[in-house]
C-alpha cells in the first residue's frame, strides 16, 4: 500500500536564534555564522578584502617591498583571564601583542588575520566590545584585519573566548635585527617601566588583598619603535618581555648571542605602587609580564640619540639605559644589585602567573 504525502501545506519552523549570546549553531558555517560574521565582525573590522568574501586574503604589499626587502611574519594565541582588565582587554592584547611581535623584528607591520574560539553562552555584546576594541587598536596603528574564522565550543570546553592572530609586515632592506645580533659593548635600553601588566590582570582577578590603581601598560609599540630606529638605525636587538618578564628575554639574548649582559638594577624602572604590590606578593618584578615595553640593544654611539627619541615619545618618557653587553660572563645575565652586590639574574624556572597574556 503506497501512502502519498502531501508537503503542500508543510513547513520547517525556523530554529528560534537567541540574540544575546553565542550558541553552537554560531559554528555550523551555516547561516547563523554568516549572520554572525556580518553583524559582529564585518561591523568592526569591514574593509573591501574582508568583504569580498573569500577563505583567503589578496593583498598588495607597498611599492618598496616589490623589489627591495622582505616579509616578516609572527603568529600569536590569546587566552587571558579576565578578558577584561584594567588598562585593556583581549582584543587590544590581540592585536597589540601581535603588532609588537613584527615590530621586534624592525619589521612595518601590515596586515593581521585573526581566528576566534567562542565558548557557548559567550554574551554578543561583549564579543562585539572587544571586536570594536581590536577595531580601534588596528586603526591607531593602521593595520588592517584582512581575515579570520571562527569556531563555537561547548559550554565548558572554553573560557568565554580565545584569539589567535597572525600578523605580517615588512622589513626594509639593510635591517638585520634579531636575537643573535648583540654585541661586546653594545647598551641595554628598556623603553619605561615594567611588571604594571602582570599586576593590574592579577588585581582584576580579585587575587590581591588590597586595593590598587594599577593598569596595564597594554599598548602597540609600532610607532615607538619606529622613532627608536629613525634615531638609532644600528639596533641590533629589540625584544618585548611579555611571559617571563625582562629577566626571561634578556636571557634568551644572552644565549642566542653568546654574550654576557650586565644590569644595573637601580637603573630598571618600576613604578612605585607596582613595586610594593611585588614586594607584598612575594613576586620579582624581573619576572612579572609586560605589554607594553621593548628593551633594545644597540651600539654605545647611538644610546643618547636613542634616549632622546624614546624619551619624546608618550610611551618612551620613562626610557633609560639598564645595563650593557659584555663578553664577561658568556651566555649569563648578571645584575649589579641596590646593596652593591652582584646576582645571577636566571631565566624564569616556572610559570609565575598562568593565563596573564
Known amino acids: 500500500m503506497t501512502q502519498t504525502i502531501n508537503f503542500e501545506n508543510s513547513y520547517c519552523p525556523l530554529p528560534l536564534v537567541p540574540k544575546d549570546q553565542i550558541v553552537l549553531g554560531h559554528g555550523s558555517g551555516g547561516r547563523m555564522t554568516y549572520n554572525l560574521i556580518k553583524d559582529v565582525f564585518l561591523q568592526a573590522f569591514g574593509n573591501?578584502?574582508?568583504?569580498?568574501?573569500?577563505?583567503?586574503?589578496?593583498?598588495?604589499?607597498?611599492?618598496?617591498?616589490?623589489?627591495?626587502?622582505?616579509?616578516?611574519i609572527s603568529t600569536d594565541a590569546h587566552v587571558i583571564t579576565p578578558i577584561q582588565f584594567p588598562g585593556g582587554d583581549i582584543g587590544r592584547l590581540a592585536v597589540s601583542g601581535t603588532v609588537n611581535d613584527i615590530s621586534m623584528s624592525g619589521g612595518i607591520p601590515l596586515y593581521l588575520t585573526v581566528s576566534f574560539i567562542l565558548e557557548e553562552g559567550l554574551s554578543i555584546n561583549l564579543l562585539k566590545e572587544i571586536a570594536f576594541s581590536m577595531k580601534r587598536t588596528a586603526e591607531e596603528v593602521e593595520v588592517q584585519i584582512i581575515a579570520g574564522d571562527t569556531k563555537v565550543v561547548e559550554k565548558g570546553?572554553?573560557?568565554?573566548?580565545?584569539?589567535?592572530?597572525?600578523?605580517i609586515g615588512w622589513i626594509p632592506p639593510g635591517r638585520e635585527i634579531s636575537g643573535d645580533q648583540a654585541q661586546e659593548g653594545d647598551v641595554?635600553?628598556?623603553?619605561?617601566?615594567?611588571?604594571?601588566?602582570?599586576?593590574?590582570?592579577?588585581?582584576?582577578?580579585?587575587?590581591?588583598?588590597?586595593?590598587?590603581?594599577?593598569?596595564?601598560d597594554l599598548a602597540p609599540l609600532n610607532q615607538l619603535v619606529a622613532v627608536l630606529l629613525q634615531a638609532a638605525p644600528h639596533t641590533h636587538v629589540l625584544r618585548d618581555p611579555t611571559r617571563g618578564g625582562l629577566a626571561t628575554v634578556l636571557n634568551e639574548i644572552a644565549q642566542q648571542s653568546r654574550v654576557g649582559i650586565k644590569l644595573d638594577e637601580e637603573e630598571i624602572p618600576i613604578k612605585k605602587e607596582v613595586k610594593s604590590a611585588c614586594e607584598i606578593l612575594g613576586f620579582d618584578p624581573l619576572y612579572v609580564a609586560n605589554e607594553g615595553k621593548f628593551v633594545a640593544i644597540l651600539p654605545k654611539s647611538e644610546r643618547d640619540a636613542a634616549l632622546k627619541a624614546l624619551s619624546s615619545h608618550p610611551l618612551g618618557k620613562s626610557a633609560r639605559q639598564i645595563g650593557i653587553v659584555d663578553q664577561e660572563n658568556p651566555s649569563r645575565v648578571t645584575m649589579k644589585t641596590l646593596i652593591g652586590g652582584t646576582r645571577i639574574v636566571d631565566m624564569l624556572g616556572g610559570e609565575m602567573l598562568p593565563r596573564i597574556c
Open 157 to 167: 570546553k572554553a573560557d568565554q573566548i580565545f584569539i589567535t592572530t597572525c600578523g
Open 188 to 216: 641595554v635600553i628598556l623603553s619605561g617601566e615594567i611588571a604594571a601588566h602582570g599586576i593590574a590582570v592579577l588585581a582584576a582577578r580579585g587575587e590581591l588583598k588590597f586595593q590598587t590603581t594599577i593598569v596595564s
Open 48 to 72: 573591501p578584502i574582508l568583504e569580498a568574501g573569500n577563505d583567503f586574503a589578496s593583498v598588495p604589499l607597498p611599492q618598496a617591498a616589490k623589489s627591495k626587502g622582505r616579509l616578516t
